[in-house]
C-alpha cells in the first residue's frame, strides 16, 4: 500500500472516536431537547418520555465505542459489534418504512449512516495488515 493509499483508508481508532462522541451528544440533546431534539418528531408526552429515556442509552453506547477505541490498537472485535448494532438499527428503521410509511426526509440520512457503519468499520479494519 503506499502512503497515498494509507491517507485514504479510515483509521479504525479515529473512526470509533467520531462515532462515539457522535452519539454521546446526540444522546445528551435527546436527554435535554426531548422531541424538539429531532426533525418529525410527534410532540405528544409519550414519544418525549421516549426519546428522553433513549438519550442517555444512546450516549452509553457513545462511551462503548470511545471505550473500544480507546487502546492504541482499538478493539476491532468490539467495533464490529457496535457497527452491527447499529446496523440492526438501520433494519428498524427499514421496518417502520414496510409497516408505516416514510418517516420524516431527516431519518434517510440516518439510515444511510446505519447502513454504511458496518462498512465503514470494515474498510477501516482491513486497513491494518495486522486484524485481517
Given at each position: 500500500m503506499t502512503a497515498r493509499q494509507n491517507v485514504l483508508m479510515p483509521n479504525p481508532r479515529t473512526v470509533g472516536r467520531l462515532t462515539g462522541w457522535a452519539c454521546i451528544v446526540i444522546?445528551?440533546?435527546?436527554?435535554?431537547?426531548?422531541?424538539?431534539a429531532e426533525p418529525g418528531m410527534a410532540t405528544d408526552p409519550t414519544v418525549d418520555s421516549h426519546v428522553r429515556f433513549m438519550g442517555?442509552?444512546?450516549?452509553?453506547?457513545?462511551?462503548a465505542w470511545l471505550d473500544a477505541a480507546a487502546a492504541d490498537r482499538p478493539d476491532l472485535r468490539r467495533m464490529r459489534l457496535l457497527a452491527g448494532l447499529m446496523f440492526l438499527g438501520g433494519l428498524g428503521r427499514l421496518t417502520t418504512r414496510a409497516t408505516l410509511g416514510r418517516p420524516h426526509p431527516f431519518h434517510d440520512v440516518l439510515l444511510a449512516v446505519e447502513v454504511a457503519a458496518p462498512v465503514v468499520v470494515e474498510v477501516a479494519a482491513r486497513s491494518r495488515p495486522a486484524d485481517r
Amino acid at each position: 500500500m503506499t502512503a497515498r493509499q494509507n491517507v485514504l483508508m479510515p483509521n479504525p481508532r479515529t473512526v470509533g472516536r467520531l462515532t462515539g462522541w457522535a452519539c454521546i451528544v446526540i444522546g445528551g440533546l435527546q436527554l435535554i431537547g426531548g422531541v424538539r431534539a429531532e426533525p418529525g418528531m410527534a410532540t405528544d408526552p409519550t414519544v418525549d418520555s421516549h426519546v428522553r429515556f433513549m438519550g442517555p442509552v444512546f450516549a452509553g453506547y457513545g462511551v462503548a465505542w470511545l471505550d473500544a477505541a480507546a487502546a492504541d490498537r482499538p478493539d476491532l472485535r468490539r467495533m464490529r459489534l457496535l457497527a452491527g448494532l447499529m446496523f440492526l438499527g438501520g433494519l428498524g428503521r427499514l421496518t417502520t418504512r414496510a409497516t408505516l410509511g416514510r418517516p420524516h426526509p431527516f431519518h434517510d440520512v440516518l439510515l444511510a449512516v446505519e447502513v454504511a457503519a458496518p462498512v465503514v468499520v470494515e474498510v477501516a479494519a482491513r486497513s491494518r495488515p495486522a486484524d485481517r
